[in-house]
Each structure stands twice: as structure tokens, then as C-alpha cells.
């Protein structure tokens, strides 16, 4: 649908108007965008948006623009559906939408179906969503693409959340978002509001707020008007009265252009007589019409946005002939506009509100009954988001059994749509009714209960497990207490379906995230087990113990292994392979906990099999992530990318890109490639990971990207640590990943303190308190270990006894907890992989260091550990063994150490490692160090490269012994050198050479330690 404004000159706005053209300019230079164009009715938002899309359209951008309804808060995507209709006959948006079927369903061809029971994933939405995002990426690709979505104050729910993962998932296409909504309506609790804070958080969302037109500006567009549409009578307005309807109109052009209508319609010398405020002048307008043309304005008004010809002149109840003449009345007096082929709109929203308003109570009911009879007939019913309007209409002509049957059909039209949360509404509708519909079950083809279950996943797969958990509590008690009375004589209680009461319920309580919960869980879980026949096979029975294994994992493996199988020898039983494929990704994952790795293996790549064979989404990307993870975990590399390769692509080709372990194949993918030196590639997928988060699942993939930011020292770290830090009290993983990388960046950077405080924070969160640490700990606290390594060292150097005692001890504790880490005292059994036992070793020789024997053995045990396929991770400990090898004199190995870790941290582009390293060179002089600093001029031409580096340890303020330390040379030496550069400088002190060299610019740069 596509409201028409009058094509005549823009007025004004030419502020308003730049920044909507740079937001285009940004799109169009792949800075994704979006803008929110607010401001009261009829001020001009469309006006302006308008011209905004032409322009666009003019310099070759596709553009889909969609409106809500003011009806049609209750139809999923309606703004979307009309987008995507109005742009259908473009072939590239055809084609796009071809590919994409679930999408195709929101046209009215889009075929209909129920819904078979076990389709429903819970994964609709997030499929939905990331449907419209591959759709805009592909259409950005060959042109770049305007979104406009008009009237978000009456946007559903589905739409608003589209529309926050839209602005925070777009960053690189060339795609730019407008939508507009009235300031006026939004009243305080009006769901668009968080919505709108939200969305301006984000630094590429602006906001565009129009405030009313100054005088001249209006005065332009009146004359303009008049010029154009008022051709006969252009004699008739004098300048007063235009003044004194400028001033009327507050700014408002709407409210001008109707005074003008108005003034022109009656006699202008009875303009005082004009009627006070909008809504008033716009009905006197309609009450010159005639009967016949009021009748059509009412029935359109009443149809709301589909003010098809047909529905309008049925609900009208006037003959042919005098239809199509009122109609053409409407149309002269500009009231209503040709809509297409199939009908009319109001030529300006706030009209039909008006219209609408001032129906009488039983002329609305009367009128909105004709509709509803109307759209009961299939043809209509067919069309997506009729069903929800049916029911509106349903309920406003008191129609309950009528809203019944509709709201069912639109719960089922919704979750088809894979909006969960209109359809949750529906259902929710429907239940309420229950009670006051003659023959409910017959109506709605199912039981009450089973209507409570729809209600209750829909309302989870929407995100609210709250109320999930809320209703399906209510449910199993309503059922119990119907056991309790015995079965009712006409129908046996039904047991499957209390079964899968019981068994949602478990599930649902699992995600809530409290241990209470977890508790109850168990409980449900294992109530549902017994109170569910085994015989004859089920998938419902199947389904419930499975769910009782998955509650038990949380503490009891045995009793989880014991459950699981059962679970899979009756979903095989029960012929159901998805049920099937499930407990067997359990399995695997117990075995895997359990240290039984080749079997974990084997039972994960046969539930990845079946899985994909049976064509359930959801358990195949379950199965691909335990599996990938599985081969990582070993460091068989290449096995794990292929597999996490492949349930990537199987995810973003179906929209589940971010769903639940859509997102987690996603980041195994990315480590694997970390992990084997493909940085090139691994950069590619990490600058995929969304950087202004504002969920768990994008805060824990953009803390997965801080692997290869931190290690390169790419400037994106300060954004994403600033994103994901309000998620770190929430979520303890994203947290435990960040911080820990985020120490090591800061440890990179030289900030020894917050690399510390960073590294202890993640240790803590690895404490599996009462077991004790999980293998987590070991990288934290090998981190950890290095700046007490650095610092002992120094403390050494210094004389400095005491410190020296107190950084030894931290250090000793550090390793205790790495052991302990590693030990995995809650899982004994647990094999850690070579990444584990790399990071072990390496703890074991900081801590080493820490002591004062930096042992060339310790490292070279990381480096076996670790074996050859971690590329950084070698490159990072021949770092460290060429040290250790320096200081033990072994120069010519060190050197080799030192030659092959640069080469390996060029090819990865390791900046932090590479300054460590020529940090490494110049002190130990090893290795092809960059060109010695040359700065200085004439003053230190005198020096060489060597009393360059201790001259700047002295302007640091070092000891000779602290000095001999960090350059690796005895400390006799150092004082050698500084008596040389002393006499060299003729300077008297160790303090006046500081001096010079601070005021020649040597910079007492930060070593290695
Ligand atoms: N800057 C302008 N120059 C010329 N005409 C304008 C301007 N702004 C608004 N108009 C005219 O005023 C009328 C109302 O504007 P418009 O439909 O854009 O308002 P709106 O803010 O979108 O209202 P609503 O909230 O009801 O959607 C239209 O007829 C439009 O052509
Ligand atoms: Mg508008």
C-alpha cells in the first residue's frame, strides 16, 4: 500500500533533508545505516521521505518501502510484506525472494499449509530474521538498497524486533534503513519506545526529528498549492486570508492544505466559522459531501488498510452505479486516492482516523460485522494477515465465536510466518474465549490444553521463557487436577499431551538460568518419564526422556548417559529420527566430558548424519558445533574447520546465522583457522562478528574475534571491549573470554597492572567452587604468570629481596592453579587436548622465569606440547625460548628461534609479537632487529648501537645491575658501557646523561620487561 502525497514542491527541510542524503552517501560508501524520522501527524515525515526515495531511486539504489497499519498491529511483517510486494516486480528482488521461500510465504501466492507438530523448531523467527538480512546482503550487492518502513507506531512485535537485529546486523552491505513514527502517539508505555532508545544507542542509527514548518515555508507550499491544484479559482484567496491560515496551521502542512480544501470548499468570508482543530475541519470537509459518497468513506475507513474495491463497495451496501459515483466524489475532493488496480486509500491517514472516529457505536459494529462476513470467505481468508484482521473485526462487532476460529487461524498464520510473538498474542486471544464458544475443540481442531502448549512455546520461542514456564506450570496443574476428578466420560484424559506439557516445561525451566530452576527441572522431567506410557512407542515418550537425560547433565553423568540411551532406543522404537539424532549428540557429549574421545567422535559424526538425514535444522547444528569442537579440542584442525565450515554455511543459508549453535559453529570456524595460521581468512570471518552488540549471543561472537584483534593490535578492540562490557555481569562465558584476552592486550600494550587485574578475573570465573578449577584457569594464569615473571626479574635485578619473595609466591600460586586447571577435579576423566596442555607448559615455564632460570628445555616442552599446527602459538614461545637461549649464551640457537618467529609473525601480521620481538632483538642482539633508532643527530652520532640501548635504560632510570638484566650481560659490563657513554657525552653523571638524552629525543621505550 502506498500512500500518495501530492508531488508538488518540497518546502523546507533542507537541513532535514542533507543528513537523510548523507545517510545515503554512507550506504553507499558500505557504511550501513539507518535513521528514525519522527514528528506529530501530519507534519511532513512521509513528504520528506518521499523525496528522499525518489532521489535515491534516481541515483540507482533499490528501494523497498513499507507501511504498518493502523489496524494491523497484530499482522506479522505487515511493513515488510508490503516492501517486499511493492518490489516484487523488480527480478532481482523475484529472484532473491525465490531462493528464499520462507519469505515468499508474506506475498499473497505464498501458499498456505498447517503446520506439522514436529516442525516446530523454536527457530522461526531467527530463521525469518536472518532470511531479510542474506536477502538485503544480496540485493546490496548488485545495487545498493533503501529500506524505508513508515508508521513503526504501529508496527507488531515481530517487525520492531526485525528491526533492532536489521540496524545492528548490517554493517559492511550498502543498505540504508529510514522508518518514520508519529511522536504524538507515543504515550509512555508504547512498545516502540525502548525500541527507539535502543536503536539510537547505536552509533549508526540517527535521529531525524521534524518539528512544524516556520510560516514561510508554509506559505511557499500554499501558494504552491494553489498554483497547482486550484487552477479556476486562484482569484478567490487574498493574502490575509492565507496569513490567517498560516498561522491556523501551526505548521502543520496537512493541517494547512485541509484549510485551504476548507476555505476554498465554503464561502470565504465564513472562514471565522471554520471549525477548531484538525479532526473537526476535516469532517466538515466530509459533510459536504453527499450520503452515498459518506457511506463509501465509512465502509473504507472501516476496512482499514485493505480498502479494496470490492470489500468497500459490499460494506457500503450501495447499488453499482451510485458506488462508482460516490467513489468518484471521494476521489475529486481529494479524500481518496487509487490505490493500484485494487482499490483506495485515504489520501492521508489522520482522514480515516477522523472518519473512523466519528462513527456511531452501532453504525461500527454493523459496519465492522459486513467485514467480518466478508473476509470469512476463503478467498480472502487465504491472503496472509487476514486472519488477524478478521479477528479484529470479529471482536469489534462482538462476533466472540467468529474472533475464536480467527485468532486460532492467525496464531497458526504467524507461527507460519515465524512470528512467535503475534502468534503467541493470537493464541492467547483464543484461549481467553474458550469458555464463551458453543463447541471450542471442534472450532479450533484441537484440545484446550494443546492450545495452552502452542501458546506456551510460542510465547518461548519469542524469548519470554518467563512466561513459557508461567503457563505451562498453569497447564500441568489444570491437568492434574482433571486426573484427580477422574477421566471425563468423553474423552481419556490425554496422556502425550500432558507428556509434552511436562517435557517443554523441563526444557524451558533449563534456559531460565537459576539453579532453582534447574532444579525443578529435573523433577518435571522425571514425573513426565514416568507419567508417559513406554508402550506403544511414542516420540512424545522418546522426546521426555531425552530431556530427563539433558536435565540430569548438569551434575550426574552416569545417571545422563543412562537416560540418553534409553531416550535413543525409544525414539528408534518410535521411528523418530530427530529425537533419535538428539540423544545421541548427548551421548557423544558425555563421553566426550568423560575422556572416551574416539567414541565421542563416533557418536557425534553418526548424530550429525542422521540429523542432517532426517532435515532437522536444530539438532544438525547442535550436532556440528559438539562435533567440530570435539576435532578442535584434539587439534585435529582441519577436521574441526570442515565441519564447522559446513554448518556455517548450513546456517546462513537458512537464516540461523545467530540462533542458538548457528552462531556457535560460526566462532569454531573462526578459531580453527586462529588456530592453524589461516589469519587472512580467519580476519575475514572475525570482521563478520558484530561489533555494537546488544545480546548475549553477538557479545560472546564479538569476544571470540578478540583472539586475532588483540593478537594483531587491530584498533577494533577498544570498540568491541566497549560493547560487551555491560553483558559480563549477565553472562559469565562472553565474560570469562573477553577478559582474558583483553588482559593480554593490555599486556601487549605495556599495562602490566590491568593485565593482571584482567587475568584474575577470568581465573576466578574458571573456579568450579567446591570441585575446584576447570582447564579454563590455565590460560589466565599462565598470563598471569608472565607479568609476575617480568616483575620477579626485575625485582631481582634490583635487590630488591622482598619483592622478589612476594612475586615468586603469586607466581607459585598461579601454577598451583594451572595444575589444578588441568587436573579438572570435577571431571577427573576429562583428557585436556594439546591446546590445553600447550598452555600448561607454558605456565610451567613462566613460572620458571619467575624463579630465575629461564630454561630453553621449559619452552622447548611448550613447543611440543602444543605440536606444530598452532602457528601463533609457536611462533609466540620461539619468542620466549629465543630469550631463554640468549641468556644461556646460546646464541646462534637463539638467533635460529628468533628468525623463525619473526617469519611466522610477519606472515600473520602479529604486530604485538613483532615489537616484542625486535624489543628481544636489540637487547640480546639477535636476529635481523629493525634498523637500530637512529634519532639523536649529531650529539649521539658518537654512540653505538649498544650504548644506544643502555643510554635509554639509563633515562629510564636503571641500575647497572638492572640494566645487565634486561640486555643479557654481565653487570660488570653494563658499567663499562655507561662509563663510555658518559665520557663520550662529557657528561658528569648518570643523571646529566638522562637529561641529554631525553632532550634528544631518545625515547625510554618500554622493553620486554
Ligand atoms: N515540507 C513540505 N513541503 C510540502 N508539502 C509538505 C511538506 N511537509 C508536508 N507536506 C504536505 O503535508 C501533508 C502531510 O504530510 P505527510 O503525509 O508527510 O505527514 P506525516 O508526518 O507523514 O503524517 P502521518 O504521521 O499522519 O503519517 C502532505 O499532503 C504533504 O504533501
Ligand atoms: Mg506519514
Given at each position: 500500500m502506498v500512500v500518495r502525497v501530492p508531488a508538488g514542491r518540497m518546502v523546507g527541510r533542507d537541513v532535514e533533508l542533507g543528513r537523510l542524503l548523507t545517510l545515503l552517501a554512507d550506504a553507499e560508501a558500505r557504511r550501513s545505516v539507518a535513521a528514525l524520522v519522527s514528528g506529530d501527524a501530519g507534519v511532513g515525515k512521509s513528504r520528506l521521505v518521499s523525496e528522499v526515495t525518489q532521489l535515491a531511486e534516481g541515483r540507482g539504489f533499490t528501494v523497498l518501502s513499507g507501511q504498518c497499519a493502523e489496524l494491523g498491529d497484530s499482522v506479522p511483517y505487515l511493513p515488510l510484506a508490503d516492501a517486499l510486494r511493492g518490489a516484487a516486480q523488480s527480478t532481482g528482488v523475484r529472484d532473491a525472494l525465490a531462493s528464499r521461500p520462507a519469505l515468499s510465504r508474506l506475498l499473497p501466492e505464498g501458499?498456505?499449509?498447517?503446520?506439522a507438530e514436529e516442525d516446530r523448531s523454536g527457530l522461526a523467527r531467527q530463521q525469518m530474521f536472518g532470511l531479510v538480512l542474506g536477502l538485503l546482503t544480496e540485493l546490496a550487492a548488485v545495487a545498493p538498497v533503501l529500506l524505508v518502513l513508515e508508521d513503526l507506531h504501529w508496527a507488531d512485535a515481530s517487525t520492531r524486533d526485525l528491526v533492532t537485529f536489521l540496524s545492528r546486523m548490517l554493517h559492511r552491505e550498502r543498505v540504508a534503513l529510514i522508518g518514520t513514527y508519529r511522536t504524538d502517539d507515543l504515550h509512555r508505555r508504547h512498545p516502540l519506545r525502548p525500541v527507539v532508545a535502543e536503536l539510537l544507542r547505536l552509533p549508526s542509527v540517527i535521529a531525524v526529528n521534524l518539528v512544524p514548518l516556520d510560516p514561510s515555508?508554509?506559505?511557499?507550499?500554499?501558494?504552491?498549492?494553489?498554483?497547482?491544484?486550484?487552477?479556476?479559482?486562484?482569484?478567490?484567496?487574498?493574502?490575509?486570508v492565507l496569513n490567517d491560515i498560516v498561522a491556523r496551521a501551526e505548521g502543520n502542512a496537512y493541517y494547512a492544505e485541509e484549510l485551504l480544501a476548507a476555505?476554498?470548499?465554503?464561502?470565504?468570508?465564513?472562514?471565522?466559522?471554520?471549525?477548531?482543530?484538525?479532526?473537526?475541519?476535516?469532517?466538515?470537509?466530509?459533510?459536504?459531501?453527499?450520503?452515498?459518497?459518506?457511506?463509501?468513506?465509512?465502509?473504507?475507513?472501516?476496512?482499514?488498510?485493505?480498502?479494496?474495491?470490492?470489500?468497500?463497495?459490499?460494506?457500503?451496501?450501495?447499488?453499482?452505479?451510485?458506488?462508482?459515483?460516490?467513489?468518484?466524489?471521494?476521489?475529486?475532493?481529494?479524500?481518496?486516492?487509487?490505490?493500484?488496480?485494487?482499490?483506495?486509500?485515504?489520501?492521508?491517514?489522520?482522514?480515516?482516523?477522523?472518519?473512523?472516529?466519528?462513527?456511531?457505536?452501532?453504525?461500527?459494529?454493523?459496519?465492522?460485522?459486513?467485514?467480518?462476513?466478508?473476509?470469512?470467505?476463503?478467498?480472502?481468508?487465504?491472503?496472509?494477515?487476514?486472519?488477524?484482521?478478521?479477528?479484529?473485526?470479529?471482536?469489534?462487532?462482538?462476533?466472540?465465536?467468529g474472533a475464536f476460529a480467527a485468532s486460532v487461524r492467525a496464531g497458526e498464520e504467524a507461527e507460519r510466518l515465524g512470528a512467535p510473538a503475534e502468534a503467541h498474542r493470537h493464541y492467547d486471544q483464543a484461549l481467553a474465549l474458550w469458555e464463551r464458544v458453543a463447541e471450542p475443540e471442534k472450532t479450533a481442531g484441537m484440545a484446550r490444553g494443546k492450545l495452552g502448549l502452542w501458546s506456551a512455546i510460542t510465547a518461548a520461542d519469542s524469548g519470554d521463557y518467563e512466561r513459557a514456564v508461567h503457563l505451562l506450570r498453569r497447564l500441568r496443574h489444570l491437568l492434574a487436577a482433571q486426573a484427580e476428578r477422574g477421566p471425563r466420560d468423553e474423552a481419556e484424559p490425554d496422556v502425550l499431551l500432558a507428556s509434552r506439557i511436562g517435557e517443554r516445561l523441563a526444557s524451558y525451566l533449563m534456559l531460565l538460568d537459576d539453579g532453582k530452576a534447574d532444579e525443578e527441572a529435573m523433577e518435571v522431567a522425571r514425573a513426565t518419564v514416568e507419567a508417559t506410557p513406554a508402550e506403544p512407542p511414542t516420540w512424545q515418550h522418546a522426546r521426555a526422556v531425552s530431556t530427563y537425560a539433558n536435565t540430569l547433565l548438569i551434575d550426574d553423568d552416569t545417571m545422563a548417559r543412562e537416560q540418553a540411551e534409553r531416550g535413543h532406543a525409544a525414539a528408534q522404537a518410535a521411528a523418530a529420527p530427530w529425537v533419535q539424532a538428539d540423544a545421541l549428540v548427548t551421548l557423544g557429549f558425555i563421553s566426550n566430558r568423560e575422556g572416551r574421545n574416539d567414541e565421542a567422535i563416533k557418536l557425534l559424526t553418526e548424530a550429525h548424519k542422521q540429523a542432517r538425514q532426517a532435515m532437522v535444522l536444530g539438532v544438525e547444528l547442535r550436532a556440528a558445533y559438539h562435533l567440530a569442537r570435539a576435532h578442535l579440542e584434539r587439534g585435529d584442525l582441519a577436521l574441526g574447520g570442515t565441519v564447522a565450515y559446513e554448518g556455517t554455511k548450513r546456517a546462513n543459508q537458512t537464516g540461523l546465522g545467530m540462533a542458538p549453535f548457528g552462531w556457535d559453529v560460526q566462532h569454531l570456524h573462526f578459531q580453527c583457522h586462529f588456530a592453524d595460521g589461516k589469519w587472512d581468512h580467519a580476519q575475514e570471518i572475525a570482521d563478520g562478528f558484530p561489533v555494537r552488540v546488544t545480546s548475549v549471543p553477538e557479545a560472546s561472537l564479538s569476544s571470540m574475534a578478540l583472539f586475532i584483534d588483540v593478537a594483531r593490535g587491530n584498533p577494533t578492540v577498544a570498540e568491541r571491549r566497549a560493547w560487551i562490557e555491560p553483558f559480563w555481569a549477565a553472562h559469565g562465558f562472553d565474560g570469562f573470554i573477553a577478559r582474558g584476552l583483553l588482559a593480554e592486550h593490555a599486556l601487549w600494550q605495556g599495562d602490566a597492572e590491568q593485565a593482571l587485574a584482567g587475568a584474575q578475573i577470568a581465573i576466578s570465573l574458571a573456579d568450579q567452587a567446591p570441585w575446584g578449577y576447570s582447564p579454563a584457569a590455565i590460560r589466565p594464569a599462565a598470563i598471569a604468570m608472565s607479568v609476575r615473571a617480568d616483575r620477579a626479574i626485575q625485582a631481582r635485578a634490583a635487590g630488591d629481596d622482598e619483592a622478589t619473595a612476594a612475586e615468586l609466591a603469586a607466581a607459585g600460586e598461579l601454577l598451583r592453579i594451572a595444575r589444578e586447571g588441568a587436573a579438572f577435579p570435577k571431571r577427573p576423566k576429562f583428557i585436556l587436548g594439546p591446546e590445553g596442555r600447550g598452555w600448561l607448559a607454558r605456565a610451567e615455564a613462566e613460572y620458571a622465569r619467575a624463579s630465575g632460570r629461564n630454561d630453553p628445555q621449559a619452552w622447548q616442552a611448550v613447543l611440543d606440547e602444543f605440536g606444530p599446527a598452532y602457528a601463533y602459538e609457536t611462533a609466540r614461545t620461539q619468542w620466549r625460548l629465543a630469550e631463554a637461549l640468549a641468556e644461556a649464551g646460546r646464541r646462534d640457537e637463539?638467533?635460529?628461534?628468533?628468525?623463525?618467529?619473526?617469519?611466522?609473525?610477519?606472515?600473520?601480521?602479529?604486530?604485538?609479537?613483532?615489537?616484542?620481538?625486535?624489543?628481544?632483538?636489540?637487547?640480546?642482539?639477535?636476529?635481523?632487529?629493525?634498523?637500530?633508532?637512529?634519532?639523536?643527530?649529531?650529539?649521539?652520532?658518537?654512540?653505538?648501537?649498544?650504548?644506544?640501548?643502555?643510554?635509554?635504560?639509563?633515562?629510564?632510570?636503571?641500575?647497572?645491575?638492572?640494566?645487565?638484566?634486561?640486555?643479557?650481560?654481565?653487570?660488570?659490563?653494563?658499567?663499562?658501557?655507561?662509563?663510555?657513554?658518559?665520557?663520550?657525552?662529557?657528561?658528569?653523571?648518570?643523571?646529566?646523561?638522562a637529561a641529554i638524552a631525553h632532550r634528544e629525543g631518545l625515547s625510554a621505550r618500554p622493553s620486554g620487561r
Open positions: 501458499g498456505d499449509g498447517r503446520l515555508a508554509l506559505a511557499e507550499h500554499l501558494t504552491a498549492v494553489l498554483a497547482e491544484q486550484y487552477t479556476t479559482a486562484p482569484g478567490r484567496i487574498d493574502a490575509t476555505c476554498l470548499a465554503g464561502d470565504p468570508a465564513g472562514r471565522n466559522a471554520l471549525p477548531a482543530g484538525l479532526a473537526a475541519l476535516l469532517l466538515s470537509r466530509i459533510e459536504l459531501l453527499s450520503d452515498a459518497a459518506q457511506q463509501v468513506l465509512r465502509a473504507a475507513a472501516v476496512a482499514g488498510r485493505k480498502a479494496d474495491d470490492e470489500l468497500v463497495r459490499a460494506a457500503s451496501g450501495l447499488p453499482a452505479d451510485e458506488y462508482e459515483a460516490a467513489v468518484r466524489e471521494a476521489v475529486t475532493h481529494q479524500l481518496l486516492v487509487p490505490d493500484g488496480t485494487e482499490g483506495y486509500v485515504f489520501r492521508h491517514a489522520l482522514l480515516r482516523e477522523a472518519v473512523y472516529g466519528d462513527l456511531l457505536p452501532g453504525e461500527r459494529t454493523r459496519l465492522h460485522g459486513t467485514m467480518s462476513s466478508l473476509l470469512s470467505e476463503e478467498q480472502w481468508l487465504a491472503m496472509p494477515g487476514t486472519a488477524a484482521e478478521l479477528a479484529q473485526h470479529c471482536l469489534a462487532s462482538h462476533d466472540i465465536p637463539a638467533d635460529e628461534q628468533w628468525r623463525q618467529a619473526a617469519r611466522t609473525t610477519d606472515r600473520l601480521g602479529a604486530r604485538p609479537l613483532r615489537r616484542a620481538l625486535d624489543d628481544l632483538a636489540r637487547r640480546a642482539r639477535i636476529g635481523a632487529g629493525p634498523v637500530t633508532d637512529q634519532r639523536g643527530g649529531a650529539v649521539l652520532a658518537a654512540l653505538t648501537s649498544r650504548e644506544r640501548e643502555v643510554l635509554r635504560l639509563i633515562a629510564a632510570g636503571r641500575s647497572n645491575r638492572e640494566i645487565a638484566s634486561v640486555l643479557y650481560i654481565a653487570p660488570k659490563t653494563a658499567s663499562v658501557h655507561v662509563s663510555n657513554i658518559l665520557g663520550k657525552l662529557g657528561a658528569a653523571s648518570r643523571t646529566e646523561a
